[in-house]
């Protein structure tokens, strides 16, 4: 065991690099699948268990199934009935490697060579989880408006033992930040005990800001037909206050009201409409916060230091 993770730790950088863009491509492919499937009832994840053409139905061989390659190689038609095969699948693929490979080099390698230490894996395990829960939550958000309760509770089961291993919710954190609400027993416990209270904390915050807004802009509210803040939205602060613990679920909730705020006004001004669902810029402020805290807290002091200077 020892001997093993002494070979590991000496693995050149760039081994895991492009292992992890690697895995990530063919996640990426199977994070396609549930997109698809996942809110289609009477199509289940793993039966059919190949691919098929959505248009002709004909399944499709495993080498065009290959991530980012088969979609290249048929130049994203249909081999058999020529329908186009949307960007999107290559896009999702290639960005699930990307941020696979920047998790990898975030956490084992940019403070420092640490894969020969167990538990370093583990945080990287909860990162990568992490961006393959939100990114089909994003999309089936942006495509139907609407969240399977399956991709909210479903990860709930893993995550809040996840809570455990508190290095994940501490990593990027300046130190003197405690992402734990509680202090007696085992680590571990307070850890779990933590999360839980980080997303009721934020379910609830978010329910009571939905019904708040309800009633102030009632008038508003039934024009567009239905409620200010979306169940599923609500549901996922749950999920990310598991996931990320407090201080990243904080600075992950500002990410996505900074990044919706400008989006929404470019989408004012080009005249498009209906704005985009709010579950996608939460699951972007939760991969950004997960994977960038520490350049996120860097951020934060050097705008402090500007504020400063100005008085
Ligand atoms: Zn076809």
Redesign the pocket.
Known sequence: MKEALEIIGEMPPAFWLVLAFFLGSFVGSFLNVVVYRLPRNCLSINNPKRS???????QLKWSDNLPIVGWAVLRGK??????RFGVRYPLVELLTATLFTLATWRVLISDGNVASQPLAWLTLLHTVLVISVLLPWALIDLDLRMIPDKLTLGPLIVFVPFAAHVDAMKFGLPGSVDPLIFHFGPTWLNGILSALTAGIAAYAGLWLIGKTANVIFAKRVQEMGGEAMGGGDIKLMLLMGVMLGWPKLVAAFFIAIFAGAIIGVFQIILRKGPGTPFGPYLALGAITAALGTKWLVALYDWYMSFLQSLV
Not at 78 to 83: F, I, K, P
């Open positions: 098929f053409c959505p248009s002709c139905k004909t249909c081999r058999y009935c020529g329908v």
